[in-house]
C-alpha cells in the first residue's frame, strides 16, 4: 500500500531583528500568521507577509512557511 500526505494546515512566521546579547548574538523575534491557504502561490506568501513585517517597529529578517501533513498508509 502506497503512503500518501494529507494537508493539515500551514503557517507564516515573520523573523525580526531584535538587536544583540550581551555577548554579541542576535535575537530574533517572530510572529506567526495561521491560516494559510494550502494552494497560496509563494510569491504571494511572501509579499502578504513582507507588507505585514512592514507594520512592525522592528527590522524585518525573513519569512518562511511552515506546513503540517498527515502521513496516510
Sequence with gaps: MATTTQFQHATGRVFFDGGMTDD???IRKSKTYRNVKENAPAANLYNALEQLAELSDVPF???EIVETS???N
Excluded: C, F, V
Aim: aromatic share 0%; hydrophobic share 55%.
Design 70 to 72: 498527515s502521513l496516510i
Design 61 to 63: 529578517i525573513e519569512a
Design 24 to 26: 554579541g548574538k542576535m
